[in-house]
């Protein structure tokens, strides 16, 4: 049973760009969340995706975006990058909204 | 406000002693309980949960917690301590009466184990 993966590791963009980020979930889950974890701190909701629809969201601006495509795997999708965008960014699958989430490796942005 | 917090920012301990980290919560409701290990640049793995019944439950790596509705607390501990237990452990809660399940983290605690 492959885990959550996520793509890229890491990723170097300048302030004002746009980026992307990748998940494919857990064989069997239907469910996607993404996370923004600063340095020091816990992770922060940003929103989450249940059979390619949204399905709530955190305290995040619109240029915070997402889609999860039929095969359940899910991107992020930051427009306008600010210097305080820089993280760790995390996708975590569940069989379900309700049941516990799998978080993936992460992926690194350094927003200069 | 709904909020999770971890008291303890930095933990040490010897190989072979116990631990106990400390996870309060505030929510109005009854809440869904999580404890997540993180190695340094890694992601988040799942230890144990509660969800109903038993309040003391079992994870993996011979971990296991208790949660106290009166104390609104959600301990984790473990007898013996071992080297490769050193990781940032983090608390989150979630809410039972939703159809969304998004976490709510603690800040987290480091442990480091000494030989």
């Known amino acids: 049973e492959t885990g959550v993966t996520q793509s890229p590791t890491h990723l170097i963009k300048t302030r004002g760009q746009q980026v992307t980020l990748r998940c494919s979930s857990q064989?069997?889950?239907?469910?996607v969340s993404w996370y923004q974890q600063a340095l020091g701190q816990g992770p922060q909701f940003i929103f989450q995706y249940y059979r390619e629809e949204e399905n709530g969201r955190g305290n995040f601006p619109p240029r915070f975006s997402g889609l999860q495509f039929p095969n359940y795997s899910s991107e992020l999708n930051v427009n306008a990058l600010e210097l305080d965008d820089s993280a760790l960014y995390l996708c975590a699958s569940s069989w379900s909204p309700v049941r516990e989430q799998y978080f993936g490796p992460g992926t690194r942005l350094t927003v200069t | 406000a709904q909020s999770v917090t971890q008291p303890d920012i930095h933990i040490t301990v010897s190989e072979g002693a116990s631990l106990e980290l400390r996870c309060n919560y505030s929510y109005g409701a009854t809440p869904y309980l999580f404890w997540y290990v993180q190695s340094p640049g890694q992601g988040l793995q799942l230890l144990l949960k509660y969800f109903s019944g038993d309040t003391l439950v079992q994870g993996i790596k011979g971990f296991e917690a208790e949660f106290k509705r009166s104390q609104s607390s959600f301990n984790l501990r473990k007898p013996s301590v071992h080297w490769s237990d050193a990781a940032e452990y983090f608390c989150a809660v979630t809410l039972m009466d939703t159809g969304r399940r998004a976490l709510t983290f603690g800040s987290g605690t480091r442990l480091q184990v000494q030989p």
């Open positions: 064989s069997g889950h239907n469910t």
